[in-house]
């Protein structure tokens, strides 16, 4: 991926040179459209990567993990040919030693997961896209602005609340009896002669 980016530099900083002055706004356009787009193809290579490895990772541990369970099978057959009243002792060592091959392949699973998940994050702050924080961040924000519209006596359009904030406000206030609001008359506005 690097020698895909010197060559690019390369490529545009030649034609670059070679336009002269008076091209050195279109080049600069170009260049900076070549370099947008060849960051865009990046981006997507790191991600199609990252999925690629974690199938491949999904794989090979459950197969693994298939080996290791036959591999054991096929020792307590063994062991109890062998050997007849030792056969608990055995099937014993064979789940442990299972059970320690299991837990590493875990181990090994998790970190995994967590650099891919850490890779795509990163990947996705590059790109700009918000993330569930700053999407509810952003929704505390409209729903603190139109409480206050409302507050200073403008007329907000009403929002659907979530079901979920719909039974926390209804949980939180205790059922009171409103008296209705008189009407107000508002006067009219001058009309232009």
């Known amino acids: 991926m690097a020698a895909k980016f010197k060559k690019t530099a390369k490529k545009t900083s030649g034609k670059t040179r070679s336009a ?18 060849t960051l865009s193809e990046s981006a997507q290579q790191i991600w199609l990567a990252g999925v690629g490895a ?17 591999e054991g099978l096929n020792l307590e057959q063994t062991a109890r040919k062998f050997t007849g009243g030792q056969a608990g002792a055995l099937r014993d060592a064979v789940e442990s030693k299972v059970g320690q091959a299991r837990e ?13 998940e850490e890779r795509v ?8 896209v918000p993330g569930r924080d700053d999407l509810a961040e952003l929704s ?12 200073q006596g403008g007329a907000a359009p009403a929002r659907k609340p979530a079901k979920k ?29």
């Not at 974690?54 to 036959?70: D, H, N, P, S």
Request: net charge positive; hydrophobic share 45%; charged share 35%.
């Open 20 to 37: 002269g002055a008076a091209g050195k706004g279109a080049g600069a356009q170009e260049q900076a459209e070549r370099l947008s787009k």
């Open 104 to 116: 590493r392949a875990t181990d090994t699973w998790d970190r995994l997961e967590k650099v891919f």
């Open 165 to 193: 904030a719909a039974k926390a406000a209804a949980a939180a206030k205790p059922a009171k009896a409103k008296a209705p609001r008189k009407a107000v008359a508002k006067p009219k506005p001058p009309v232009a002669p």
């Open 121 to 128: 994050q990163r990947a996705l702050v590059k790109l700009g």
């Open 140 to 151: 505390e924000r409209v729903d603190a602005l139109t409480a206050e519209l409302r507050r």
């Open 54 to 70: 974690f199938g491949r990772a999904q794989a090979e541990g459950t197969k693994l993990f298939e080996g290791l369970v036959k």
